[in-house]
C-alpha cells in the first residue's frame, strides 16, 4: 500500500501535476505550475526500511565511492568556495551541509576559512570529526546553530533529500549571515534521462536513487524556492571568471578556464546533458 508523500508541490503549493514515473512502490509528479519535479506517492515503510543504508558500507563501496579520490574532490570544492568567496571577500567562518568525509572543510581551511560541517550520517560526520575538523550530526531542517553564524554556506547534493524543502531553505537562510552567500547544488531535471527515460535511468528507481531523492529542480524552480527564504540569486551558472585570480601571471589562465568552461556549460544546458545545476544565493544586508 502506498501512503501520500507530497500532497502537493512543496515549493509553489500547487495542487496540479503531471506524472513522470510511477512505479509499484512510489509515484513521482511533475508540479504544473512551477515544474518542480516531485514524489508524490511511496510504499508505507519504504523511508524505514531503507534509511538504515546510510551507513560505512554506502560511503565505501556505493557508487559514488565518497572516500575516494580525497585530493581531487578537496581541489573542487575549494574552486566552489572561491566562486562564493567572489560575492563575499568578507567572509571567515563557512558551513558545509551535508559535509560527508569533510572535503569542503579541508578546502575552507586551505583557504583560511573556519570551516564546520554537519551531515546526517553519524558515519560520515564522525569521518571528518577524526580528520580534525568541526562536525557534528545533524539535519539541514533543524540545522543546530544561532541565527546569522555564517558567511558562506555550501548544501551540495541535499536538498533533494530533504522532505520538508521549504523549511531547509529557510534554515539556510537563518543561519547565514546579512552579506553571506549560500551554494546549493543538485541535480538537474532538465538532464535529458529525467524527462526521456525515467524509468530506465538512476534517478527514479526505487532500489537506486528513487528511495533517498524527493524532488528534483530546475533553475527555476530552486531559484524560487531561494527567494521565498529571503535570499537573491546571483549566479546559476557554473562558469564565473574568479576577478580574484583574474590578475597578475595567472590572468591568462584563469581567462582561458573560464571561457572553456562556458562553452561547455552552455552546450550541456542547450543539450540537456548537464547533470547538475549550481545556484548562488545572497543574504541582503539588513539596511538594504
Known sequence: MN?????QCPICGSSESSTI?????????????????YKSEEERGLRARLA????????????????KRWAHRVAKCRRQLLMC?????????????GCSAGYVLAAGDSLGLIPTGIDIAAYTAKLAKDRGYDSATASLTELPFRDESFDIITAKHTLEHVDVPKRGLSELARVLKPGGVV???VPDAEYWRVGSAPRS??????????????????VPSLGRGLRDAGLEVVSDDK??????????????????????????????????????????ARKPLKNS
Open 85 to 97: 568567496l567572489e560575492f563575499a571577500p568578507h567572509a571567515k567562518r563557512c558551513l558545509d551541509v
Open 201 to 218: 535511468g538512476k534517478y527514479f528507481v526505487p532500489d537506486r536513487l528513487g528511495w533517498q531523492h524527493h524532488v528534483y529542480y530546475d
Open 239 to 280: 562558469a564565473m571568471l574568479r576577478r580574484r585570480l583574474a590578475k597578475g601571471a595567472a590572468a591568462p589562465w584563469e581567462y582561458l578556464r573560464f571561457a572553456a568552461l562556458k562553452t561547455w556549460t552552455s552546450v550541456s544546458k542547450a543539450t540537456h546533458l548537464r547533470r547538475e545545476i549550481q545556484l548562488i
Open 3 to 7: 501512503d501520500p508523500f507530497f500532497k
Open 52 to 67: 538504515k543504508k546510510y551507513d560505512a558500507d554506502y560511503f565505501i563501496h556505493g557508487q559514488a565511492q565518497y572516500l
Open 183 to 185: 551554494m546549493v547544488v
Open 21 to 37: 514515473v510511477e512505479f509499484p512502490e512510489l509515484r513521482f509528479g511533475r508540479c504544473a505550475q512551477c515544474g518542480l519535479i
